[in-house]
């Protein structure tokens, strides 16, 4: 009978994955729900990670052009009402302001008061508001591209809520740019796609398929919205960024109009993309294990940690000033134009401490202790690797090398995550084996499935809904990197031209 591993996590990912991912957020110390319901409270460990996030994602939106600003939080209701589509698809999100103070009660208690002459509505996101000032701010075609981008909270009024992947009010950015004609809004709509894309696979290590939605599934109020979707773990798909065309339609809600350089009126072509602190959430699906987070180094909380081991009072001096001074040398060492972030925890648990920052995820764990400086040597595990697989190496080697060494993780960890995917992403050309794919043997593990489906498509909406409605299942995406290919629909088997990727999603 072959031995049980013990593992930090319970219940392991195979046990029941959902409530994994909550043990593994909680053992990290990323964050905890808040006393508001469907809100959280970000700690410093995975603050750190959104700090990391918004810091690399900033210079790759200036790199194209794009520059800060800020816009209120609340949005007057008229504006929302403007443009109908939009209004329509987050009515039964928003949440709504509709009194300016309180006041004590008759019974004793506080109760609103001072009512408002007009609704204010939470942002759910900000193209109406954005829309309004760009109004004020175009007036030429030499005004135009305008370019901005905003970091920011939104409040989405969810029902049923999970820390980083949904929740009632969560952090993101959202960019929004105006332009004077279509091909350049439709240009910049790709443009920040691949941005989004190339943070995801460069710094989070998550291989994505850039893809369009369906009218379905689009943006409430755009032409085309454009998506990067990754496979975590569980086979599910995750929408880890969104661009969307927003043609003339937000343009003319909001009045943003310029004279063109043949003198003429017209209405400015629109653009709006973004991502959340759902990223950090499909970080930890796509690479945590049974023993916790695993952080891609481009973009860990920290990269190293120092445990000095101190087994009498003797060795304390020596043991300290080895680590300091190794922790100096490694912060004067650049990683991909950063300096590598050191962690020294001298917290007296044994070794609780390490297993602390295997759950954590952090790149290296580095021991120090009596035996080790003798040697002038340290003790080093990847997180990459099992726990157990830790080798000494000389100290002048591991500060030359530490820089390949997380890069090397960071490879590791992308590859492992595109050969999952790719083991897990079939094309399946049959309606009777595309609906085994996706219905479970085991009726009460309704999460477990084959993974992504590619698969032909007509076209049709009715098909798209019917699918959804029998298996849960939708379009993910129709990849932008496919060519045309022959078939038939995969459920009226009709004619098709196209292979769309289908899965469950969260």
């Given amino acids: 009978m072959a ?3 013990k593992t930090a996590i319970t219940p392991t990912r ?11 957020i909680k053992a990290s110390d990323m964050a905890e729900n808040s006393p508001v319901r469907g809100c959280m409270v970000i700690k410093p460990w995975g603050y750190a990670l959104w700090e990391n996030i918004m810091h690399e ?18 949005i007057p209701l008229s504006f929302l009402e403007k443009e109908a589509a939009h209004v329509e698809g987050f009515a039964k999100e928003c949440a709504v302001v509709t009194h300016h103070r309180l006041e004590k009660g008759s019974e004793g208690g506080l109760i609103p008061a001072g009512e408002l002459t007009e609704p204010l509505v939470v942002r759910p996101t900000s193209e109406t508001i954005i829309g309004d000032a760009f109004s004020k701010w175009i007036s030429s075609h030499r005004d135009l591209p305008l370019l901005i981008n905003q970091w920011a909270n939104v409040v989405r009024w969810e029902m049923r809520t999970r820390l980083f992947l949904r929740t009632s009010e969560f952090l993101w950015q959202e960019g929004h740019t105006a332009h004077a004609n279509k091909a350049e809004a439709i240009e910049r709509t790709q443009m920040m796609l691949d941005v989004y894309a190339r943070f995801a696979e460069e710094y989070l290590a998550m291989p994505v398929i850039k893809g369009s939605k369906t009218a379905a ?5 755009a032409i085309d919205t454009m998506c990067i979707e990754a496979m975590m773990q569980d086979k599910k798909a995750l929408q880890a960024g969104t661009s969307h065309f927003l ?3 937000f343009a003319k809600a909001s009045g943003i109009r310029f004279q063109s350089a043949q003198e003429k009126e017209e209405f400015a072509w629109t653009t709006s993309w973004g991502v959340s602190t759902r990223m950090i959430g499909g970080l930890v ?35 300290m000033e080895f680590t300091h001074q190794l922790a100096d040398e490694l912060e004067n060492v650049n990683y ?14 044994g070794g609780a401490r390490g297993w602390d920052w295997i759950k954590k995820g952090i790149p290296l764990r580095v021991e120090i202790g009596p035996r080790d400086i003798a040697a002038n040597s340290v003790f080093v595990g990847r997180r990459d690797m ?17 820089t390949a060494i997380l890069d090397d993780i960071q490879a590791t960890l992308f590859q492992r995550a595109l050969d999952f995917r790719e083991m897990n992403t079939h094309t399946i050309d049959k309606r009777d084996a595309f609906y085994d794919f996706f219905t479970p043997a085991n009726s009460t593990r309704p999460e477990i499935h084959g993974g992504f489906a590619r698969s032909p498509w007509c076209g049709a909406a009715d098909c798209e809904s019917q699918i959804k409605q029998d298996l849960s299942v939708t379009i993910r995406s129709v990849p932008l990197s496919e060519d045309t290919v022959e078939g038939h629909c995969i459920h009226c088997g009709k004619p098709s031209d196209k292979q769309v990727v289908f899965a469950k999603a969260y």
């Avoid at 195979?14 to 593994?24: L, R």
């Avoid at 991909?336 to 648990?349: A, F, G, M």
């Fill in 3 to 5: 031995k049980k591993i």
């Fill in 14 to 24: 195979d046990q029941d994955y959902p409530q994994w991912y909550q043990e593994v």
């Fill in 57 to 74: 994602m900033d210079i790759l939106f200036k790199q194209t052009g794009v520059k800060n600003a800020y816009f209120p939080l609340f």
């Fill in 217 to 221: 599934e689009r943006f409430p109020g």
């Fill in 247 to 249: 043609g003339q339609n």
């Fill in 285 to 319: 699906m796509c690479h945590g294990d049974d023993d916790g987070l695993v952080l891609p180094p481009r973009i860990a909380s920290s990269h190293v940690v120092l445990l000095p081991i101190i087994r009498k009072a003797a060795d304390s001096a020596p043991v």
């Fill in 336 to 349: 991909h134009n950063r300096p590598i972030r050191v962690e020294i925890d001298t917290r007296d648990i």
């Fill in 386 to 402: 099992a726990h157990r697989d830790k080798q000494s190496v000389k100290r002048e080697s591991f500060i030359k090398t530490i």
